[in-house]
Structures are given as structure tokens and as C-alpha cells.
């Protein structure tokens, strides 16, 4: 059926054949009058004159015998065209970055040059040596310009694009007339060759037959698992023995595995309430999608029916139902059951068992996401804010940084961080929650209380500074005691915080920020506090400092 001129096909032909002209004709046309276009903006514009033909001007020194060139046609087949492979029925209009970039690639550079097949240039009549035409051309200039010699010699040492060298012209030597034998070959014809088609059939056709065989075998011994009573078990990390998964997950494991034999995905995805788990059967290892902690699988009673597929790193001995490598350890649960009084589950903690793998209690947390784990970032941030002891009302989102694999910031600002999630192309996204130290394990709520402590506490601290915390530059005997509870003061807020102090408000700007109510913290503070150094001194007397004298 014939295609109309309207045809997406047909347009989409004309598209990637007009690539091939525009990069193997257009384009070295076009930098080609660039060039002299600079040459032109530079002033050292020199026009070449043309050589005289050898035939009508013999005795002159720049004649030439002009040489027919016979350049290679362009190849419009589309086998070799780099963008042929686009052209088909259902293919997109819209790419991604990446393959926008490549195709773009492919179109500039996946095309051969101009080739000369054959002739080309010009034979000097003088000598008989073949030269290029802008060779002929300089010669042609210098002999009749002399006074532009030295531009065309500078010309010529300017770096061009290289010239094919060719050996010079020969004649060629007569041909011998030789007669056919009677024997020959055809070499025109194509030669008949045997027919193997029917045997790849017969071949191919075995081995769809033994892949079928091998599937409905897989199929039965999968259905016998599923209606087996052995259950899926995994390793637990905390209990240190196997322990049975529900019935729930137990059905879904099964038959992820059951799809292996009809092609499917090797890894299987779990969803139990608000949990999710992920077992790739290729190591036999389940992992936690939120807390990323990993556990060993295994059939309880018995084998699997088939192999699972390899991967880069093959699943243990007793994940394929073989026996243990090595004995188990005692769990900390046991201390529990055993002669004498049991041990409390406090005191264990604090011996550091019973505490879960990534449970640090450190207040802050980071962890990446990829684009497969969007839909539980619920669940990740949760098992975070458990290992780090984050209480729910505790967390301060002002605090809570997402970043992008560009490198893009977004926090505190719903609408930033909705967008920064939502784009295909800002993953791997890294989470960071690092909160002031000063502010570690407290609620939101209390933030504005604990900046009037430390606003306070830079009034000591400076003014200790300004008295190079030495004692003996207080005057009073009862300042002195203020002046030793200050350092207390001081060494108890740097060890239970590890705050410096040094980006501490002043009190101005703390009331500006969190509002005027704030300004009664500050009553009679932001009189002495400015002047603590001079009352420690006994410079000034303090009620006469607030209320006059």
C-alpha cells in the first residue's frame, strides 16, 4: 500500500535524510564562509586568483591542467543512516534529557565526510606535479602579485583542514585482452546455497519444546509448595533464630516466587499494615524498606522447588534449607529464662543488648532515598526518628533538609519540598535532619524559652570574657560568688549541649522574631547585661545603674 506524501513515516525519512545533508554538505559549507568571514573581521582578507589553463596558456608559469573530480555520493540508504532507527510505527515524540543529548549527538557527528573517489585538483603544466586547487591558486597569486607574496605564504602556513594526498598520475598500462575460460564462474550471480532453514526450525522448535516442558514442571512444583504446609521463615537479627513470617506475607512470598518460573520479577514486594519489606530471591535476603536492616529467608522443612535465579552475590547455606555454617549466639532474650532471678530489660539496655541494629539515640539522622522508595518515605522517616529518639512532637521540620542529586536545597517550605519530590529527575534525594544542638530532643515550643537562656547566658559569657575570667578582677566579695556560679553556669551549658554560645540573639532580634511578648524576659537584663563586666569591676553600682542615682 502506497504511503501518502502526509505520511509520519515518510516525514520522519525526509527528517533524517535532510540530518545527513546538513552535516555532510551544509555545515563544512557554512564554516567554510565563517572562516573567511573572520579572515574578513581581521583584515587579512586575500583573494586568490585563478590558474590559467595548461591547454589555451602553455608557456605560462601558473598553468594548470584542470583534473575532473568525482566526489562519493551521498548514502541515503537507510540502513546506514544513524537515525533511521527512530523511524517506526508508535515511537514518542518526547525524550528525556539524556536521550535528548544523545540523539543530538548522533545527529552532529554519527556521519562519514565528503570522499573524493576520484581526480580532483590540478597537474602543474611546468612540472607535471599534481597540487591541490587552493595550492594552484596561491601559485597563480604569487607569480602574478608578487606584492602580496608574503600574505599568500601566511596563508599557507595557517592550519587548514588536511588535504588527501594522492601518488601522482601514471598512465595506466594497456590492459591484455585475456578470453573467458570455458570453465569460469559467474561471480555475478548469486550462488545457490542449501537450505538449513527447515533444520533451525526443527532445532528451534526442541528447545521451545524442553523451555515448555521445564515451565509446566516448575508450575507443578510450585503449586505443590503453595498448597504445602512449609512456611517461609526469615533469620531474625534481634532473637538470633528463624522465625515463622504471617500468613499474609507468607501467601505473597510464594507466589513472587511461583512467577519466577513464567519470567517474572526476582524481587518481590511486600506490604504488611504499615510495613513494607522487599525479598530479592536472588540472595534470599529481606530487607526492611524503612530501616534498611536485612535478614536471611528461608523454607521451613524442606527445599525449594527450583533454584533461584544468580545474582552477584549467591544466598547461604541455610537460606537453601542447608545446614548451619556456624552455631548460633546466645540471644539476649534468653538472660531472661535461666537459674536465678531474671534480668530487667533496663538493665540489659544498658549493657547494650536488647538495643535494635541502627539505634544510635543520637538526635539526628541522614539517609537517601531513590525514586522506587518514594511511596514510603512515611515509613523511612518513622524508623529514622526512632533510631535517632525523636519523639514525633519533638521533630522540628524548620530543621528537616531535603536535597537533590543536583544539589538543590529544600526546607521548611511544604510547597519546595512537594515540587522537589514530585520531579523524576531529583533522585537520589538525601534527607538530613541536623537541629541546633542547643535545641537537640526538645519541642518546637520550647525553642523560643531556650534562645531567652541562651541570650542570657552571652551576657555572661562576654562579660567573663571581657574580665579574661580571672576571679581576682572582681572587686566585691559577694560578686565574686556570682561570678563563680556564672562559670558553673557557663562549663554546665557547654557539656550538656555542646553549644558555643556564638550564634546566640541578641535581644533585640529575639524579640523581633518570635514577637513583643518576648520583651518582658528582658526587663531589667537588657540594662545589666550590656554593663555586667563594669558592676563586676565595681565600676558602677547596680541600682544606681538601673534606676538612676
Not at 513470617?245 to 512467577?259: G, N, P, T
Not at 537517601?368 to 518514594?374: I, L, P, R, Y
Request: with cysteine.
Amino acid at each position: 500500500m502506497g504511503k501518502s506524501i502526509r505520511s509520519k513515516i515518510k516525514k520522519r525519512l525526509r527528517t533524517v535524510k535532510r540530518q545527513r545533508v546538513d552535516a555532510m554538505l551544509v555545515t563544512p559549507r557554512e564554516e567554510e564562509k565563517h572562516q573567511k568571514l573572520i579572515k574578513v573581521a581581521q583584515g587579512k582578507q586575500l583573494t586568490l586568483l585563478r590558474p590559467k589553463n595548461a591547454f589555451k596558456y602553455p608557456e605560462s608559469d601558473d598553468a594548470v591542467f584542470p583534473q575532473h573530480e568525482v566526489m562519493k555520493p551521498v548514502d541515503f540508504r537507510a540502513q546506514n543512516l544513524p537515525m533511521a532507527g527512530t523511524v517506526f510505527r508508535g515511537n514518542r515524540r518526547k525524550y528525556t534529557n539524556e536521550e535528548k543529548d544523545m540523539l543530538t549527538k548522533i545527529i552532529k557527528e554519527n556521519h562519514p565526510k565528503m570522499e573524493v573517489l576520484a581526480g580532483g585538483g590540478a597537474v602543474l603544466a611546468k612540472s607535471g606535479r599534481r597540487v591541490s586547487q587552493a595550492e594552484a591558486e596561491r601559485l597563480a597569486t604569487k607569480i602574478r602579485r608578487p606584492d602580496v607574496a608574503e600574505a599568500v605564504e601566511a596563508e599557507a602556513a595557517d592550519p587548514g583542514p588536511p588535504a588527501s594526498e594522492e601518488s601522482p598520475m601514471q598512465d595506466a598500462p594497456p590492459a591484455d585482452i585475456v578470453p573467458d575460460p570455458a570453465d569460469g564462474i559467474d561471480t555475478s550471480r548469486r550462488p545457490v546455497l542449501k537450505d538449513t532453514r527447515r533444520a533451525k526450525r526443527a532445532a528451534g522448535h526442541r528447545k521451545i519444546v524442553l523451555a515448555i516442558v521445564r515451565i509446566r514442571w516448575c508450575v507443578a512444583s510450585v503449586n505443590i509448595l503453595l498448597q504445602s504446609a512449609a512456611t517461609v521463615r526469615y533469620k531474625c537479627p534481634f532473637r538470633k533464630a528463624w522465625v515463622d513470617v504471617s500468613d499474609a506475607e507468607d501467601r505473597q512470598l510464594k507466589e513472587a516466587f511461583a512467577a519466577l518460573a513464567r519470567g517474572g520479577a526476582p524481587v518481590a514486594q511486600c506490604k504488611l499494615g504499615s510495613l513494607r519489606f522487599q525479598t530479592d530471591f536472588r540472595t534470599m535476603l529481606r530487607t526492611n524498606v524503612a530501616s534498611k536492616r536485612r535478614m536471611e529467608v528461608r523454607l521451613r522443612d524442606g527445599a525449594l522447588p527450583f533454584a533461584p535465579p544468580a545474582g552477584e552475590d549467591a544466598p547461604s547455606r541455610a537460606s537453601l534449607g542447608l545446614e548451619e555454617e556456624a552455631p548460633e549466639k546466645i540471644a539476649p532474650c534468653d538472660l531472661e529464662s535461666g537459674p536465678g532471678r531474671k534480668v530487667p530489660h533496663l538493665v540489659r539496655q544498658a549493657w547494650g543488648q536488647g538495643i535494635e541494629d541502627g539505634v544510635t539515640m543520637s538526635g539526628q539522622f541522614e539517609f537517601t532515598m531513590q525514586a522506587s522508595e518514594k511511596d514510603c518515605f512515611g515509613e523511612m522517616l518513622a524508623w529514622q526518628m526512632h533510631a535517632a529518639g525523636i519523639a514525633p512532637q519533638s521533630l522540628d521540620n524548620r530543621c528537616l533538609k531535603f536535597t537533590d542529586a543536583k544539589g538543590t536545597e529544600a526546607m521548611g517550605n511544604k510547597q519546595e519540598i512537594g515540587k522537589l519530590l514530585a520531579n523524576p529527575g531529583s533522585y537520589p534525594v538525601r534527607v538530613s535532619y541536623f537541629p541546633h544542638p542547643a535545641f537537640k530532643f526538645v519541642r518546637p515550643e520550647r525553642v523560643p524559652d531556650i534562645e531567652v537562656t541562651r541570650t542570657h547566658l552571652k551576657f555572661v559569657q562576654d562579660a567573663l570574657a571581657e574580665l579574661d575570667g580571672n576571679i581576682d578582677n572582681v572587686k566585691h566579695t559577694h560578686q565574686r560568688r556570682t561570678f563563680e556560679r556564672y562559670l558553673l553556669y557557663l562549663e554546665d551549658h557547654y557539656y550538656q549541649t555542646g553549644d558555643d554560645l556564638q550564634d546566640a540573639l541578641e535581644w533585640e532580634p529575639l524579640v523581633q522574631k518570635y514577637g513583643p511578648h518576648m520583651e518582658g524576659y528582658f526587663l531589667l537584663t537588657k540594662k545589666t547585661g550590656p554593663g555586667l563586666s563594669k558592676i563586676l569591676r565595681g565600676e558602677i553600682d547596680v541600682l544606681e545603674y538601673l534606676f538612676g542615682g
